[in-house]
């Protein structure tokens, strides 16, 4: 069992940055596939970016390449999503989640095991 507990999300002006941080409850974070995750109201939960054990391979959606970052501590056992020029359909509330595989997931939130409880990203225009 892996417990993860996000934090990092508030409001923010469009053309703002926020950073989410997602804190892992053990030591094996290492060996996990992280990811972060978003979902709008009444809508599917989606894959932000995704990124391996080592942090070698990351993967990114289209609507936020170039503009987020997903990056990992695997000293300190967290992962975090740097998001920049942040545009109001930027708002939801996000997830992260992890994976018990050295390569990445597919984007399916059903791929992927354990997951924090959330944080809210508001982006006003």
């Known amino acids: 069992q892996v417990q993860l507990v996000e934090s990092g999300g508030g409001s923010v002006q469009a053309g703002g940055s926020l950073r989410l941080s997602c804190a892992a409850s053990?030591?094996?974070?290492?060996?996990?596939?992280m990811g972060w995750f978003r979902q709008h109201p009444g809508k599917e939960r989606e894959r932000v970016a995704a990124i391996t054990p080592g942090g070698v391979s990351t993967d990114y959606a289209d609507s936020v390449k170039g503009r987020f970052t997903i990056s990992r501590d695997n000293a300190k056992g967290t992962l975090y999503l740097q998001m920049n020029s942040l545009k109001p359909e930027d708002t939801a509330m996000y997830y992260c989640?992890?994976?018990?595989?050295?390569?990445?997931?597919?984007?399916?939130?059903?791929?992927?095991?354990?997951w924090g409880q959330g944080t809210q990203v508001t982006v006003s225009s």
């Open positions: 989640a992890a994976a018990g595989t050295y390569y990445l997931p597919p984007a399916s939130s059903s791929a992927w095991t354990y």
């Open positions: 053990r030591s094996s974070f290492r060996t996990y596939s």
